[in-house]
T-cell receptor, first 110, second 114 residues
């Protein structure tokens, strides 16, 4: 079962930062936070993951609170192509068994 | 690399027929996952393999579903007999431990059972 809570939907203006929250209050010490997204009719796509520290890559930044009970995925300059369902997942360090939940449907508005 | 390859991309079959979905993982990946996605239940993990061995099949809905991985480059998901409620998009994904949870998904097979 999914161990995360995300808002059902969000809107973001094109060019602005999109901040997608995720609550994972029961996260265990050996569990990572993963973010994936699914653009309509495509397979999910990996975005980023982290354990304790904040992480950044070419796609996004991941901010994890100090108590690790919540995190925020940041898309710094949202484009129309970022419209997708975003999934926050917690999983043990091997990261092999994912339960995707319902995710957040992000709509980027022109 | 061509990525994860799935075939067919679309399958329409009649209730009671056998359906076989195929997946070729990315070369060098030793984990393979089968997922099912429906509007009602979202994206569900059905089964996953490590080094061609099934590790967890607790997500397989019932005995009508079976999955095999005869070698490192090929896996099948079979439904026999198929039912209308099996209609869904079936995704295959592959990974390796070094990727620490980064799974690569195929384009999916859209199955319609009439």
């Amino acid at each position: 079962d999914a161990k995360t809570t995300q808002p059902t939907s969000m809107d973001c203006a094109e060019g602005r930062a999109a901040n997608l929250p995720c609550n994972h209050s029961t996260i265990s010490g050996n569990e990572y936070v993963y973010w994936y997204r699914q653009i309509h009719s495509q397979g999910p796509q990996y975005i980023i993951h982290g354990l304790k520290n904040n992480e950044t890559n070419e796609m996004a930044s991941l901010i994890i609170t100090e108590d690790r009970k919540s995190s925020t995925l940041i898309l710094p300059h949202a484009t129309l192509r970022d419209t997708a369902v975003y999934y926050c997942i917690v999983s043990p360090t091997t990261g092999n068994q994912f339960y995707f939940g319902t995710g957040t449907s992000l709509t980027v508005i022109p | 690399d061509a990525g994860v390859i799935q075939s067919p991309r679309h399958e329409v079959t009649e209730m009671g027929q056998e359906v076989t979905l195929r997946c070729k993982p990315i070369s060098g990946h030793d984990y393979l996952f089968w997922y099912r996605q429906t509007m009602m239940r979202g994206l569900e993990l059905l089964i996953y393999f490590n080094n061609n061995v099934p590790i967890d099949d607790s997500g397989m809905p019932e005995d009508r579903f079976s999955a095999k991985m005869p070698n490192a480059s090929f896996s099948t998901l079979k439904i026999q007999p198929s039912e209308p409620r099996d209609s869904a998009v079936y995704f295959c994904a592959s990974s390796t431990l070094a990727l620490r949870g980064e799974q690569y998904f195929g384009p999916g097979t859209r199955l319609t059972v009439t």
